[in-house]
């Protein structure tokens, strides 16, 4: 309970020491701002504010508490202090305002944990025609803390060979655990265990590094030096917590941590083209890729293959369907110097057979969405989840420092409505 300065430096000095991800500040009554602007200013964390419905005056006309005036005095002074902060509007704490708004916030600070000061690992340069994933690697950790650790392929693929070669228990372990998960009928049978070998490689290398997320320019250099695409091992990586992107996306990958952050990191994501649009559906879009999707999000057949593109037709990706339910896509992306987050929703529906891992998702006017995307500074990579997550990245992006909130739909002015009314 914080009634002054003293107070405030205290709890500040305790939520430090417990290295604490973000803080809540219920409002008992009018008078603390002070106090709690101190605090939260040094404990440097996302803040939430909320102040409990004041109950009716007594019969004598006097006020026990004025809580909600204690949020509008506290507003004021942390935009004086210059703390970003989120608030739920004035409510009961057993109604679905303050639940949404109290889930949505963790949800929010968790996604801003992983996203700020991360490690993302660059398996090999970009491929070099893809000057859409050009990134200003100094830019990224001047404006968000955000480091880059290079690897060439030829050095992790050593690696690789060298526990294919003699693969441990734990390797041999966790080829057969692969087998429960996809078929492999139609490929080599021995590449599980090459697979899981390569897994192993990335795994130690990510653990070397203390890395968060990595982007890996999938083909074709891999192929020459392994014999086989990475996008099954992709898919179980970004299962276990170490989203993996394709094609050097560095801001894809971070893309995904943002979103994953959201999801508590208990499901995964899935890392898609925006690739052509249904072929009668004028709302809905394909989503693809050669095979990263993770089986834990497949509807069904989930099947090991060859890459039906790539010369030699190597295998190791991915066929399979999404389930059905509702979908949340983002881009965390930027031009000369600014950066941008894109984000809608929408929900799965049928469409057309494609080979690789795929879902088509409908959303309430395609057109606004594709000219977003064409305006912005975005590319036709997005991290996509199961759910409504847009609430949970806006009141993220308000903890970011110079980075911008740009929904699609639902709109900012929907976002902020929901949350009002608990939805």
Known sequence: LIRGIEDA????????????????????NFGTEDAI??????????VLIWAPRDEAPQENGERLRDSQCGIFATSKVFQRFGIPFSYIVSSRINTPVFEKGFVNFLRAA?????????????????PRDFYSVIVNEGELLEK??????????????????ELIAKPGDEIRSRAEEMKTRANFRKVSADLPLRLAAFEAAVKQWAQTERLDAI??????QLQHELGFCPCFVHGELTALGLPMACETDIHGALSSLLLQGCLHFKEPTFFADVTIRHPENDNAELLWHCGPFPALLADG?????????????????????????????ARFDGIRGRYSLFCGEGKAVPGPFNKGTYIYMEVPDWPLWEEKLIYGPYIHHVAGAFGHWSAALYEAA????????????PSLDEIRKNLREGK
Do not use: M
């Open 9 to 28: 430096e205290k709890a500040a000095a305790w939520f430090i020491r417990k290295e604490v991800d973000c803080i809540f500040i219920p409002h008992c």
């Open 37 to 46: 602007a101190i605090a939260a200013k040094k404990i440097g964390k996302p």
């Open 110 to 126: 968790d996604s801003v944990r992983h996203f700020k000061n991360a490690r993302i690992g660059q398996l090999s340069t970009r």
């Open 144 to 161: 968000f803390g955000i480091q880059i650790v290079p690897r060439e392929i030829s050095s992790l693929a050593q690696t690789a060979r």
């Open 215 to 220: 982007a890996v320019q999938c083909w074709d």
């Open 301 to 329: 057949s989930y099947s090991i293959g060859r890459h039906f593109v790539l010369p030699g037709n190597p295998e190791g990706v991915v066929n399979c369907a999404l389930r059905t339910g509702n979908l949340t896509i």
């Open 398 to 409: 308000r903890y970011i420092d110079n980075l911008e909130f740009d929904p699609a739909q």
